[in-house]
C-alpha cells in the first residue's frame, strides 16, 4: 500500500534524484530541469507550488509529482517520475489519482502538462485520468521545454 507525502525539505534529494534518472534516460536535461530539480523549495513551493511523494513499503520514496504555480490559477503538473525499481507497480496512476485528488483544494483554474509522444504511456495514463490535448495550452506554455511536442489540459471528469 503507498502512502504519499507533501514536501519536505527532507524529501528534495528524492525530488532531484527520480526527475533526473527518468530525464536523462528518455531526454537531455534542461536549464529549466536542472533548475527546479535541484532547488524545489525555490521554484516550486515559494511560489505558490505543491509536490507530492509516493512511498512504497517496501521501496521508500518510489516516485514524485508537482503542480507548479504558473500565475494565479495556473498551475503546471510537472516533474512526475518512478524509480527504475517500481515501474510496473502502478506507482505512477496512484501518484497521479492523489495528485488530482488534492487539485481541488488548491485554486485553479487551469490545470496542464507539458510532454513529449516518446511518453506514451505517461499520456496514454494522462488520457485515462482525464487530461486531453489542447492546443492553447502548446501555444501558449509549449515552448517552456525544447523537448515538448504534447501539450494536455485537465478537464473534470464528469460524474453520472
Not at 89 to 101: D, P, T
Request: with cysteine; glycine share 6%; net charge neutral.
Amino acid at each position: 500500500m503507498l502512502r504519499f507525502h507533501s514536501y519536505s525539505d527532507a524529501h528534495a534529494p528524492y525530488f532531484d534524484a527520480i526527475n533526473r534518472q527518468w530525464i536523462t534516460e528518455m531526454f537531455v536535461l534542461e536549464a529549466i530541469d536542472e533548475q527546479v530539480i535541484s532547488n524545489p523549495a525555490t521554484y516550486v513551493i515559494a511560489p505558490g507550488g505543491h509536490i507530492w511523494f509516493a512511498e512504497h513499503p517496501d521501496l521508500g520514496i518510489v516516485g514524485t509529482c508537482a503542480l507548479m504555480k504558473k500565475s494565479p490559477g495556473v498551475f503546471e503538473l510537472t516533474k512526475m517520475g518512478v524509480v527504475g525499481t517500481a515501474r510496473g507497480l502502478k506507482v505512477g496512476e496512484a501518484l497521479l489519482q492523489h495528485v488530482l485528488s488534492q487539485a481541488p483544494s488548491i485554486a485553479y483554474n487551469t490545470l496542464f502538462l507539458l510532454t513529449n509522444r516518446k511518453c506514451e504511456a505517461a499520456i496514454h495514463l494522462y488520457e485515462k485520468l482525464g487530461f486531453r490535448h489542447c492546443p492553447d495550452i502548446m501555444q501558449r506554455f509549449g515552448a517552456a521545454y525544447e523537448r515538448c511536442d504534447v501539450a494536455m489540459r485537465y478537464t473534470t471528469p464528469k460524474t453520472a
